[in-house]
């Protein structure tokens, strides 16, 4: 899979895309990711990407021009490529847009910065628009490296195992349950004894309900749109007596 990220400040991404998975990812060919400076595609001797915004008002609004021939130059006749414009203004990200996004063989980001970018970039450029979350960043920049790293997560054999992703907190709508590893006491505080009882219907079951138990704790308006079976439904019963 390839991303494409257009950027007025490229070398933000050297150190989160160049360490551990992703790194591990693009080495095995698995990921492409192509970094693009915005200014290397104005015509001015002084590489000018922003200026005031008609009409008045504060801030500086990115020129259309240099973001249009920077994406049209570099993914060229690539109809399918979506254009991703990252704004508090998008659509919200979460792991089912990831997984929508990870069927793609190539994505193009383009990192908004200051005020906005000029509207005509969202009309006829973009052809998605999304927000990691309701809070506005300096710039798309750090959007589109966890936009990355999620969708990068969907991609078979990056992290390893092909379902690897799969029990993630929200892959299957709800919160993924607790973890313990060695030693089996620690201060004091023991590892579940279902953990190391080596019965694995037990053991599944556990992780069930944990998952159950966490979810209606933290999230519980995820219950209201996930599958659960009659034994859920029973096990959130005796959560809400209790």
Do not use: N
Request: hydrophobic share 40%; with cysteine.
């Amino acid at each position: 899979m390839q991303f494409d990220i257009f950027s007025l400040f490229p070398a933000m991404f050297e150190g989160p895309l160049s360490e551990s998975i992703l790194k591990r990812a693009q080495e095995a060919g698995l990921l492409t990711i192509a970094l693009h400076d915005i200014r290397a595609y104005t015509t001015d001797k002084h590489h000018v990407c922003d200026d005031t915004p008609y009409g008045g008002g504060g801030g500086m609004v990115l020129k259309p021009e240099p973001i249009f021939r920077a994406v049209e130059a570099v993914l060229g006749a690539d109809a399918d490529c979506p254009i991703i414009l990252l704004t508090p203004q998008g659509r919200l990200f979460t792991q089912e847009v990831a997984a929508e996004l990870a069927q793609h063989e190539r994505l193009a980001l383009v990192c908004g910065r200051y005020e906005g970018v000029d509207e005509r970039v969202r009309q006829h450029l973009a052809t998605d628009e999304l927000s990691i979350g309701d809070y506005v960043l300096t710039g798309g920049e750090l959007a589109a490296m966890v936009i990355v790293d999620a969708v990068a997560r969907q991609v078979p054999r990056v992290l390893g195992a092909l379902w690897a992703a799969e029990d993630d907190s929200h892959a299957t709508g709800l919160l993924e349950g607790p973890h313990y590893t060695r030693p089996a006491v620690f201060r004091g505080w023991p590892v579940p004894e279902v953990l190391l009882s080596g019965d694995h219907a037990r053991i599944e079951r556990w992780r069930r309900e944990e998952v159950l138990r966490r979810t209606w704790q933290r999230r519980p308006e995820l219950l209201h749109t996930t599958a659960l079976t009659e034994e859920d439904l029973a096990f959130l019963s005796a959560l809400e007596e209790e």
